[in-house]
Every structure is written in C-alpha cells, then in structure tokens.
C-alpha cells in the first residue's frame, strides 16, 4: 500500500455545531458554522458541507462575514489569531496574529478600519471589548497589536454583545447590568435592573439584540422574559416595555432583517417570533427538539437558523417551515447503549435524542436517521424525568434488535421496559414484535444476542441487577385466530444471589459466560447447566468477552482492581493475567485481535492482542487525553493490507472510539501531509454559465444603481464584446420580460458609443484569454494583487495601472466579464 | 466498478429513465425522471436528498447522466502548521454530476451545493446527447450525440478542447479504457479510438441495433506472457438496444478478429448494468444486468477466450408484492438499477416508482439460481406536505405481543427450575418425600368426608353449571357462574365440585386473573376457596408444579409491591387463627383422635407458624381493600422489625399448609 507512517489518532467527524451562532452568507446559499478547530461551510439548499476551513489551531471563538467584501469570511480562535477566507474556494487569505485569547469577533459595515474583539487581560473573570486595527499589508500573516478597549467588564459570551444601528453604538450585558457605548460621542451610559428579589423576577441578562433599523436594543433575562429598550441615550429616561413568553431562560434574540420582527427561542425548543414589537402579535414554531441556543437570520432575509442543544442546526423559512436540517451526532451527556454496528446498513448505533437510537453514517459522517424507541413527545423541562433508552443491541444479521427503556424517578419504583424490533423486509424498517414490562426487577446491565445462520431460534441473554439473568427465545405463538412469533423467558439463571453484571456468548455461541460480581459462571447454551466458574478476587468484574477464532478458547476479564485476566476454557486454568486498569475491551469480530483501552492519570493507552500470545500486536501509550468511554471495531467493506505489524490489526477493521468530550476519534495510517495536499485530480469547473436576457439587461442595472462609478469604469474598460450581444439579446427578448423602456435606451445609446474601441480585446484568442483568467485566479488565491498584475496579459496591464487596486468583488466582476462569450466573433 | 459510473439508457425507447450511482460506495442515486426533475436520494436512508428541474427540463429533457469522479475538497491554506488532531477527511468527495440533454447542451450539476455550476454548449452537440463518460485522471469529458460526433470538453474552461466525427449515423455510447489512453465508442458497431491521436485503433462487429452500453470488464489481461500495454488484451461487455444477448469482446493484438468471444443472454433488453472488475486471473467477473421487464440477472464468469455457446445467468433476481392484502394477486415490482457493493458481496438495488424508489441492500449469499423478494411497495408511496424531520418511527401496532410480570413467557416455566436451580431443587425433593406420606394420610381423611357431605347436602346447579361449563370451555356458563361475589355460594361450589374439575379450575381462574384487574378481583375469592379446601388433593398431584407454576408466578409478582403489608397481614391472621384456636381447645374437650394425630399437630404448628402466614399473604392479599391498607398502615411500621422470615417458600410448602390447616 502507502507508505507508511506512524499510526495517528484523528477526529472522526461529529463534532459539534451548536458553539456559536451559525452565519448566512449574503445570498443565503452557504451557512457558515464554527466546530472545534475548524469553520464549516454548508450548503442551505442541499446541508451538505462544501468546505471544512482549516487552519486555526484552537477553538474558533467566532465568525463574521467580513463587511467590506461579503465573498469573504473573518474567523477567530482561543490561539490568538483571526483569519481572512475565501469561502467560495475555500482558502484561506490572511492571517492576523493578535496575540491573546480571543472569546468573539465582531465587524461593522460603518467602522471600516477596525473589527472588535473580545480578550481577558487581567483578572480571570473580567473579559473587556476592544477594537483592533486590522493593519492593510499585502503580506500572508500581519500582527495586529493595535488594541483600544471599549468597553469593560463585559460577559464573555459574545450572545451578550451587540452593535446597534449603523454602527452607531455598542450594547454589552452582564449580569443585572447594561452598557451602551456610543462611538460618536464617546460616551458611555450604564443601566442596570434590580436584582429581583421578588416572586419569579431574575432579571440577569442573557443575551442582547439590536434593531438594524431604528435605536431599540431587546434583551433576554433570565426569566424568560424580553425588555425592548428606547430612548437609551439618556440616563434617566430611558423606557423598556417588556414581552413575556418564555418560562425559562430566554437563550438568544435576533432581529429579522428588516426588523419587523423579533426572534427568541429557549428551553422550551419553540421559536416565537414577535411581530411589530407587540405582545399580543406573536408567531410561534414548536416542537423544535432540544433547547434553542442560538438564532441567526439571514441578510437576504429569508432565511433564519437556530443551534439547538442536540447538535443541529435547523434552517427555517421565512413564513416558520422548517426547510433543512443539519444534523451532527447527537452528544448526549452518557451513552448508556455504547457504540454498536448496524450489520445491514453498516451505521454506527448509539443513543441519540431522548428515547431515540442514532444510526451515523461514519463514511459520510452524517447521521442517517433517528430511530423512535420510546415513542412519547419529549417536553424539555428541568423538572421532569423522562424515559431514557438504556440498552440496546442488534443480532448479528441485524434481523432483531433489542432495546431496554427505563425511567427512574428518586422515590418511585424503578420502570422497565424491553422492547424487541424486527426488521420487517416487506417494510424496510422495524415492527415491535414484543413488549416486556419489567423484564428484570432492577436495572439491566448488559443485553445480547446469539443468532448465527445455523441456530434455529434467535436468543437474547439479559443480565440484571437483581441478581438474575433471564433467557429468552423466540417462539412460535400462533393460534386458530393468527400466526404469530414472539419472545418468551425461556431460562433464569442466577447465581448465589449475586448481580449479574455482564453476559457474553462464544463465537460459537455453545457456551454463555454471565459475571456475577467477582465470579464469571460458564454455562451451556443447549440445557442451561452451569459448567464451571472463574474468580479473581478480589474485584467485580468489568468487562468480559470471548476471544474470536483461532483464539476461540480463551475467556478474557477484566476487573475493577486493575487486572486483565485471560482463562483457557478447555484446562479451565487462569492462562495469564495483567495488572492493568481496563476501561474497554473490546474483541474485533473479524479477527483474533482484542483491544482493551486502558486509563492512567496521562491519558488513555490502547494495546491490541491476541490472547494466544504474549507480546500485544501494538501498544498506543497516551493516544488521548481524555478518558475513553466506548470503543467499536467497525468492519471494512474491502480489507486494507498493511505489512508492518502495527497496523495489521486495522486491515479488516476499523476501530473508532468515544472519548470523554464526546469526540468520536479513529485511526488513520496516512500521513498528514499526504491528507492534506490537494489530489493531483482536483477538477475545478468554473461556474460558467450562460447568461439569460433577462439577468442581462436587469443585472447591468442594478450593478449600474449600486456603483455608478465603477459601472463608467468598466464601460470604459470593458466595452468589448456583450455591448453588441446586448443589442441582439434586446431585439430577442421576448417583450413582456424587458424591464421599462427608460433605462434600456440608456444602456442602448451606450453600446453604440463605445464598441468601436475594443478591437484590440477582441483579437485575443480564446485560449489565451482563459490562461489569463485562470492565472488571475491563482494569484488571487495567493491574494497577491500586485504579482497578479505581472503575470496578466497586455489588455489587463493596462487595466491595473488604470486602476491599481481593485477590491475583491470588482476583480470578480472583471473575470465574469472577461468569461463571456466571445464566439459570435467567429461569425464576423 | 470504475466503470459504473455512467449511467446507460436505451436511446430509442421512452419509458427508460437515465439513472446512476455515484462512484466510491454509492452514496447516492441520481435519477431524471420523466417529468424532468432530477432526483438524488442518499441510498443508506432511502432519503430524496435533492430534487432539482433545470430550467429548460421541458425542451431539452435529460437523456444520459454520469458522476464525475470524486475530488478531494479540503484544501488548505499555504502556510500549514502542525495540529494535535485534524478531522481525518471523508475522503474525496463526490459532487458534480453532469446531465446530457435531447438539445445537445450538457448540464453540470453541483448535488453539493444543489446549484447547476456549468453550462456546456457552444460548439458541442447540436443533437440529442446518448452518452457521457468522465476521463478517470483529468478534466475531460467525453460526450456523443446523435449529430454523430463525439466531443471532448474541458470541464475546467467549459470549452471544446476536440470535435470528431466517430460514426456515419448517431453514436449511441462511449467507454474509456481503464489506463485512460483509449476511447470505445459505438454506434451499431464499436470503434476503439487512441485518444492522442484520434485515430481508430480497431473496428469490432457490434450489433444489429444501437449499442446502449460498453464497459470494460477487466484491468489486466488474462495472460500475462506478453508484456501489457495498456489494452491488448482487455474483455469489454456491449449490449444494445432491443438485444436479449450482452456481448463480450477481446482487443486482439492482430486487426482480424472483428467477433464476440461470447455471450450472456438475459430475459429483455438491459437497462442498466453494472460488474466488479476482476483484478487477477482467477477472480470471475460478477455481472448485475437489470432488464426492462424489471428483472436483474447475475453473471459470474472468469474470462478466458471463446465461447460459444451464450451463458445464462448464475441467478435471477426478482421483486414483487406480497398479494396478501385486498390485491388477490401479487404484482411484480420493476428493478430500476442495481449495483454492487464495494465489498463484492451485496448488491444495491433500487425498485419501485420513478418518483420514489426504495434502495435496499441484498447480500448475495444464497445459491439459488431464482431469489423473488417480497416487498410492500405502499411504505414507499411519496408523502406530500410532511415536515422535514430525521426520524423515523418503527412500527408499533397492536399485535405485538406483551409481557408483563405474571403473564406466561415473562418468567421461565417452573418445571426447568426443578432440573436446574440444583440447591433449592434438593431440599424440595426431600420435602415432597415428607409431604407425600402426610397427604395420603390427609387425603383419605378428607375424602371420606366429602363423601358424607355430598350424602347430605342437596345438589345445587351452581357446581353442575361450572363442570359444565369447564368441560365445555363455554363462556357464558362460566361467567355466569364465576362472577358471584357471595362468599358462602363461593365456598360451597367449590365444596362440591369433583376433584378432576379442580384443575380445569384453577386454569379458568388463572387465565382470568391475567385479565382486567375488575373481573380479577371477583376470581380472588374462588382462588382463596379452591385452595384451602382443595390443597389436600392439590398436593396428590405428581405434576403439580409445572400445573399450576404460572398461577404461583402470578400471584409472586402481584404480591411483590407490597411485601411488607403481606407480612403483616399474615401474621395478624396467623395471631387470631392461633387466637381463635386456642379459645377452642380451651372451650373444646380434646379431640378423639389416635396419638399419631395428635403428634402431627404438635410438629406442624411450629413449622405452619410462619408457612401459614406466608399461605396467607398470597391468597388474602387479592382482596386489597383500600380500607384494609389505611387501617393498617400504622401498624405496618411498628411490625417492620418482625419481619425477619424470609419468603422462599413455593407452592408445595403452601399446600402442605393447607391440608394442615384442614386437619386441624
């Protein structure tokens, strides 16, 4: 195969979504949202992700369009730098070195030369506004050392911050206090609540929006409830009127573009939106999922996004229809059901969403779908106690699958419930096929299936606290009235009164091995006769499994003091054990090969083995820092053939594993360089496409009302070929599509003018003319104006001298200009 | 499988739509439908991931459609700085999709972004489009037309980098060699052109009609004495339009051989096709042909020079209805596409309608030569007007069966407890031995007094209608009988019924307790009575436990959420039964009874101490007056600290106590 490198530990996708508010891009068509170390750019028509911007090497605190050129997008991060991207390509343009921690970015149409920045100087707690002076310098990376603080002692969310009107003033929140600071008249008012000591009022400030519009700044408390703030310029008269919806926390507030309307979403995962700033006037949008944490509108309007608790992001028409959603994997605080395989659709199975399973994709890295166990509408409330999917597995073909559900109020009785799901194939999906109520008396430990092709009858062992385990098959109970199958108990084992902690079949599934505290019991599959018991004391057992294949004798331990212990089945011996704190043992089914994960105070180590030897295959000291919480060897769709004994253990499997954080980490053998250059078959296809008659006539205009001067410009520069298409589209257009008869005699009187000066343009040959563009289109990536003009051809040497420094988008105008269609001139 | 990624369409008939998987594990389906959407649906949910309608779908309808190869998408800045841990890449990525049209313009489809990125007309095709193939390494795309041309396009520029005429009518596909070098194309016969020089390199036969499909089947040739250069040597499939015969060639080093070294014959004319490249020689090509009659035909074929005689398919794979439901007759199902797997094992297949096809993956395991899946096509059926949403909701309707505590199947039988719980069944044994010699003893004692009683009492209907209606299993008599709430009617019946009824009985009663609580409540009573005075011929029983072990599961789990009001309850009847009876003695001269009696009661009344409570607390415990519960809550936890007995005890110890009871 390749070369290869030293075995690496690499993010696995699923990361989170929901840090900080997602961003529209002007046209609506990208969304923008910062995870982890990296800016991810989405699609809002298709929520595929089209780029991962990568290059900061901390956290990404903050992203914001840059103002001056909206192709362009600002990204800043805890390791101290913003950067500049080019996010229709995807690259990155410049980097600033500030040089502290920044927590959030802000940027303003109004105050073209600086961006403001959120740091901590000095006291821990005490995060200050400051503005920055982005220094204009051609090269790659600039220090950016001009601070100037603004305001103090703000909060270091950047939710509680927000720039008003125009850039007139900045609003920034903390606690039971608000700050406005007017830029004009550099002076700053404070206003502050009381602290509210009476009956349901705290009145902490959660989050700040101001209208784009007029001088009103909303603000959300924690109460759930929302004060509109006018007259702010003056420290006594001010007025707030105030709206309340929310019960709980409002978690963020945005104005819609035109700021006729207010959003606000919280805990209670609806959005409502506040039309005209009136009480009474109110939209709501319900049924959203997790709790909303951020709400973003878009600059066209018409959309809006809102992050929400459970790692989505849902993008929102304008008249409240959901319109797309994108879904990382859901991170839930535990994952009591661990990592499991999908053997049909080859997915990774975990507990999603309250009540749901979770099936992702990892060669997308999207999640495929959730599946509804529990089936009872969730009501997101602190209070309340729900039901929780606590176990869950699948048979080994994927026919069945198991589920167990419990809910445990303090006082109550404990509620059980198990639930077994086959996959119909008439039907493409699961059907209940039984239901237990309270299968065991306590809590289930462990679940699992043996099915293989030869056994007659499904089995599924469960394992319970209450000192039993339970076997139950499935059984033909048809009757005169219907043919039916379902699961009955068909054995309950247990042992001394002991709780049954862990169950395991051996591949061959004769043998079933239960633990009971510190003992493992073996017993035959075929009469449920206990066989023998294994025992290192002292310490409960933790983990357990069977070895696979040629190591098929061997039962393998892991107990609580920190030994891994391996029997041989057939001299019922202890073979050989270990003092190791295991966390995870985990056997791949394809091989011979058990990994066991083990955790020290310096981070979490991996050694892969085969119990029949042993040296270990490989040894992972410290591959992560956190604590490992599940692990699962995923299957290769077609095996890898590694030589070096390091790897071999990944060429039939993959092996990914969740660590503390809720990363799901894998590991790769290429190397970093190699992931990261660029193939050599890139294909980049310009967009290219042939212009309407309408886009035509109406673009012209509206480019000509937005910049007169440029447009002059360009008509000077660029008469060259569309002037006389322009004639000929105008004569073929049909009439009722033409826009009004005054501005077209304009743009046709024009034409006339000026198509005699652009022979010298239009002898360029075709080829030549898009080498041109396309070494334009090199520089531009380098963002190197100034070696572009060198390297152009005559006709553009000329332009750049003209106009020495053209802003992004006249560059772009220029290129799409320069694209058009030049093959009317064969016919001349 | 390189080689899948242009989806073939028969050029002359309507009904086929142009349909393709994407390259590198087959993401997505794409399909252009005949009302002019193009469709992709992500094949491991069966989701429609995008639906897009060019703007001139009306005129210039989609005709072929190809994937471009997958690119790579991340790219990165210049300046690179090393990283703890980078998102390891999803790998390339697949995202453009180009379109052939009836009006000769090729559409380039972006499914990332759902945006057409490119338009390529000018100087291209003034005719319908038939086929569309990407170049493997570099920017190109191939296209050809009715208009008889083929064109090579740069996809970067969007521009005709070549234009050459490569057949005297239409030419109707195109395939590009696996090193990249050479280009088939066919019209009705099959051209092999050296893409450097636009030259022919070798002419072959072809087909009667159009030649719909071409693809290498092989990446190296089979012998490999003769060093390779890059396609002497190589099998290539063609099949073609109204042709029931698929037809492989060799490209011979010498230009004689124009013939097909052989065959594969298939039910109707392929509409899609799709094959694993065979890598060495001693892998078989395995070849999936999906049919128009909707049918997909397996080949698995090493290659290896002539044959004459036309191979059938290995198996045949169909799909139909179930034809249970109100349809008398089950009707087949069309297969659109299928494609294999890129572990070689399992085959993706999508069927159904055009407007929302279902995808499924089969794993070909089976041997048999003939598979007909069963599916149920109305799930698939397009929703309007449904919500976006991510999940799904598996089915859970009413006749899934449901266990509960107390219902058979939720705990183990009893009679494997006797074989395996070896403890408790050793000491059972030895009781049963003890019990045995007092029943029959008991049980002789008891018989003959139901014979003097029956003497004197009168024959009530009440019994009469219960054997009855037990032998019968008739619900009405039953009922009628059994949802009596007088407790002396109660008793009296089950005085009088014969032994042989009793466990028909207790069946009936269990089946009902199982029921709703408002009917079980009324069993209580006839369970109570049945028990007491029947627990003499009850412990007669061989197999007993097995009988009645569901009954004793029931009551276990019924009595289990009140344990310790049970206890308290069996200990204050056991406090006036032991009250009431030594009032008797007391008032009662001694019985007349032979000294082995009197022995007997001396022994069990220290044993029946706490076995009698135990009887107690699961037969009175039916009766949980809400009263009873208030009055003796107060109580329950000054008794607490008493409660040290245990609860182990089972059916047998109860019986035993039972017949004691009776004795004395």
Same mark, same amino acid.
């Given at each position: ?93 410049? /980097? ?99 602290? +509210? ?8 400030? /959660? ?9 009103? !700044? ?508 322009? !004639? ?10 033409? %826009? ?24 360029? %040959? ?63 | ?71 790579? &998408? ?49 100087? +291209? ?107 002497? +040597? ?142 149920? !096509? ?28 107390? !219902? ?84 009296? /019946? ?11 009985? &207790? ?41 009645? +072990? ?115």
């Amino acid at each position: 195969m390749v070369a290869e490198e030293n075995l690496r530990v690499v993010r696995s996708g699923g990361s989170k979504l929901n840090f900080r508010r997602a961003v529209f891009s002007a046209d609506s068509k990208y969304l923008f949202c910062v995870s982890g170390d990296f800016v991810k750019v989405y699609s809002t028509a298709t929520e595929e992700c089209i780029y991962v911007l990568q290059g900061h090497s901390n956290l990404v605190t903050g992203i914001q369009l840059n103002p001056q050129n909206h192709l362009q997008l600002y990204s800043c991060s805890l390791d101290g730098t913003i950067k500049l991207w080019d996010f229709i390509d995807g690259i990155l343009i410049k /980097t600033f070195v500030v040089g502290c921690k920044l927590y959030a970015f802000f940027a303003s149409v109004h105050l073209e030369d600086s961006v403001f920045i959120i740091v901590n100087k000095e006291i821990p707690d005490g995060f200050q506004l400051a503005s920055l002076k982005l220094p204009k310098s051609p090269s790659q990376e600039v220090e950016a050392k001009e601070l100037s603080f603004v305001l103090d002692y703000i909060s270091q969310s950047p939710k509680c911050t927000a720039f008003g009107r125009e850039g007139q003033y900045v609003v920034a929140a903390r606690d039971l206090y608000m700050s406005v600071y007017f830029f004009k008249k550099k002076k700053t008012f404070r206003f502050s609540l009381p602290s +509210g000591n009476k009956k349901n009022c705290n009145n902490i400030f /959660t989050c700040i929006a101001c209208h784009p519009k007029e001088d009103c !700044i909303a603000s959300g408390h924690q109460d759930g409830r929302i004060r509109l703030w006018r007259n702010f310029n003056d420290n006594k008269n001010y007025t707030y009127t105030s709206l309340h919806w929310h019960h709980d926390v409002v978690m963020d507030l945005a104005f819609s573009i035109e700021g006729t309307s207010l959003l606000s979403g919280g805990r209670e995962s609806v959005l409502v939106e506040w039309r005209g700033g009136i009480e009474k006037n109110k939209e709501f949008l319900p049924r959203l999922g997790g709790t909303i944490e951020h709400i973003s509108a878009s600059p066209g309007g018409d959309l809006f996004c809102t992050c929400h608790s459970d790692n989505k992001i849902m993008i929102i028409h304008r008249n409240l229809e959901v319109s797309a959603i994108i879904q990382g994997l859901v991170k839930d605080s535990v994952v009591n059901t661990g990592l499991m395989i999908d053997p049909r659709t080859k997915a990774l199975v975990m507990n999603g969403k309250p009540g749901h399973l979770q099936f992702y994709s990892l060669q997308n890295d999207k999640q495929l779908y959730n599946l509804d166990i529990v089936q009872q509408e969730y009501v997101n409330d602190p209070g309340l106690v729900h039901i929780e999917l606590m176990k869950a597995a699948f048979s080994s073909q994927g026919n069945w699958l198991a589920t167990v559900e419990q809910r445990h109020e303090k006082e109550a009785e404990l509620e059980l419930q198990m639930k077994l799901w086959e996959f119909n194939e008439q039907q493409q999906g699961f059907i209940l096929n039984t239901r237990i109520n309270m299968p065991h008396e306590d809590h289930v430990t462990a679940l699992c299936f043996s099915d293989t092709e030869n056994s007659e009858t499904p089995t599924l062992v469960t394992t319970s606290k209450d000192g039993h385990f339970k076997v139950w098959i499935l059984t033909n109970d048809s009757d005169i009235y219907k043919q039916a199958m379902g699961w009955t108990c068909d054995f309950v084992g247990s042992y001394h009164n002991y709780q049954a902690t862990n169950c395991c079949f051996s591949e061959d599934e004769s043998l079933l091995a239960v633990s009971f505290e510190e003992i493992i019991t073996i017993w035959d599959s075929a009469t449920w006769e206990l066989k023998c018991t294994f025992c290192h004391r002292p310490g409960k057992i933790k983990n357990l499994c069977f070895g696979r294949q040629t190591c098929s004798k061997y039962l393998l331990g892991t107990t609580e003091k920190s030994f891994l212990c391996c029997w041989n089945l057939l001299t019922c011996a202890l073979e050989w054990s270990v003092q190791l704190s295991v966390i995870v043992l985990e056997p791949d089914p394809n091989s011979d090969n058990i990994a066991a994960m083990s955790w020290s105070s310096g981070g979490s180590d991996l050694f892969v083995f085969k119990p029949s030897e042993p040296r270990p295959l490989c040894i992972q000291k410290s591959m992560c820092r956190e604590k490992v919480q599940c692990a699962v060897f995923v299957p290769r769709d077609v095996p890898e053939s590694f030589i070096s004994e390091d790897y071999q253990w990944l060429n039939k499997s993959q092996f990914y594993f969740l660590n503390e954080s809720q990363d799901l980490m894998t590991f790769s053998t290429k190397s970093p360089e190699e992931k990261l250059t660029p193939s050599s078959k890139q294909l980049i296809a310009e967009e290219s496409l042939p212009t309407t008659p309408f886009y035509f006539l109406m673009g012209k205009h509206r480019k000509q009302q937005e910049t007169n001067e440029i447009m002059e410009n360009e008509l000077i520069y660029h008469p060259s070929a569309e002037d006389i298409p322009a !004639i000929s589209e105008l004569l073929q257009t049909p009439a009722h599509v033409l %826009p009004s008869a005054s501005f077209l005699c304009s743009m046709f009187v024009n034409s006339l003018l000026i198509s005699k000066g652009t022979k010298s343009a239009e002898e360029i %040959p075709d080829d030549i003319e898009m080498e041109s563009g396309k070494a334009t289109d090199d520089s531009d990536e380098e963002n190197d104006i100034s070696e572009k003009v060198q390297k152009a051809t005559n006709d553009t040497v000329i332009e750049d001298e003209i106009i020495p420094q053209l802003s992004k988008t006249q560059e772009r105008e220029l290129r799409k200009l320069r694209k058009v269609d030049y093959s009317w001139m064969c016919s001349l | 499988m390189a080689a899948s990624g242009g989806g073939r369409r028969d050029p002359l008939a309507p009904s086929g739509s142009p349909c393709a998987f994407s390259p590198r594990g087959q993401h997505y389906f794409s399909l252009a439908g005949p009302d002019g959407h193009l469709r992709v649906w992500e094949t491991a949910s069966s989701r429609l991931h995008q639906d897009f309608v060019p703007s001139a779908h009306l005129s210039a309808t989609c005709t072929c459609l190809a994937w471009a190869p997958p690119r790579s &998408l991340a790219k990165e800045g210049p300046q690179r700085k090393k990283r703890k841990s980078e998102a390891v890449g999803t790998g390339d990525q697949v995202d453009l999709l180009a379109i052939g049209t009836a009006v000769g313009s090729i559409l380039l489809y972006n499914t990332l972004k759902g945006e057409l990125q490119s338009k390529l007309v000018s100087g +291209g095709h003034d005719n319908k489009v038939n086929c569309i193939q990407w170049h493997q390494d570099n920017d190109c795309l191939y296209s050809c037309s009715d208009d008889k041309h083929i064109v090579e396009w740069n996809t970067q520029t969007c521009r005709v980098k070549c234009k050459w005429k490569g057949d005297i009518s239409s030419v109707s596909a195109l395939c590009i060699s696996p090193d990249g070098k050479m280009l088939l194309s066919a019209g009705r016969t099959i051209k092999l052109w050296d893409l450097e020089t636009k030259e022919v390199y070798r002419h072959f036969t072809g087909h009667a009609t159009a030649v719909s499909s071409l693809m290498f089947t092989t990446l190296r040739p089979p012998k490999e004495s003769q060093p390779f250069d890059g396609i002497t +040597g190589l099998y290539f499939l063609s099949g073609a339009v109204h042709d029931r015969l698929l037809n492989v060639w060799q490209v011979r080093s010498e230009n004689k051989e124009k013939n097909a070294v052989m065959s594969f014959t298939v039910t109707d004319e392929p509409v899609y096709i799709d094959l694993t490249l065979s890598e060495n020689k001693e892998e078989p090509v395995k070849l999936a042909v999906v049919c128009r009659d909707g049918q997909v035909h397996l080949f698995e074929h090493i290659l290896n020079g002539y044959c004459k005689k036309p191979l059938t398919s290995n198996c045949t794979i169909q799909i139909a209805t179930s034809g249970k439901d109100k349809e008398s007759t089950p009707s087949p199902i069309p297969i659109l596409a299928a494609a294999f797997c890129s572990d070689k094992q399992s085959l993706l297949l999508v069927y159904g309608s055009l407007l929302q096809p279902a995808i499924e993956r089969v794993s070909l395991h089976s041997k048999e030569p003939h598979m007909c899946l069963i599916r149920d !096509i109305n799930c698939w059926t397009p929703k309007i007007g449904v919500a976006v949403t991510k999940v799904k909701t598996p089915v859970m309707n009413s006749e899934a069966k449901v266990l509960g505590p107390g !219902i058979p199947g939720h705990h183990a039988a009893m009679k494997a407890t006797l074989e395996t719980e070896k403890t408790e069944s050793k000491k059972r044994l030895k009781e049963n031995e003890q019990i045995s010699i007092e029943e029959r003893l008991g049980a002789m004692d008891i018989d003959t007094m139901k014979e003097k009683r029956k003497g004197d009492l009168k024959a009530d209907s009440y019994p009469v209608l219960l054997v009855q209606g037990l032998e019968s299993n008739d619900c009405y008599m039953l009922n009628k009988v059994l949802q009596t709430r007088k407790d002396t009617l109660i008793r009296n /019946t089950v005085l009088r019924i014969p032994v042989y009824a009793v466990i028909p009985l &207790l069946n009936e009663l269990t089946k009902r307790l199982q029921g709703h609580p408002n009917s079980a409540v009324l069993m209580v009573p006839w369970l109570k009575s049945v028990l007491t005075i029947h627990a003499s011929y009850l412990s007669t029983l061989p197999d007993l436990v097995p009988q009645l +072990g569901m009954l004793y599961q029931l009551m276990e789990s019924r009595v289990k959420t009140l344990r310790k009001l049970s206890r308290l309850h069996g200990k204050l009847i056991l406090l006036i039964t032991q009250v009431a009876a030594s009032e008797k003695t007391q008032g009662v001269p001694p019985p007349e009874q032979t000294a082995k009696l009197v022995y007997e009661e001396e022994s069990s009344e220290e044993e029946s101490d706490d076995e009698l409570m135990a009887d107690k607390n699961s037969d009175e415990n039916w009766e949980e007056d809400e009263e009873e519960k208030e009055s003796e809550k107060d109580e329950v936890e000054d008794d607490d600290d008493e409660d040290d007995d245990d609860d182990d005890d089972d059916d047998e110890q109860e019986i035993d106590q039972d017949t004691e009871n009776e004795m004395t």
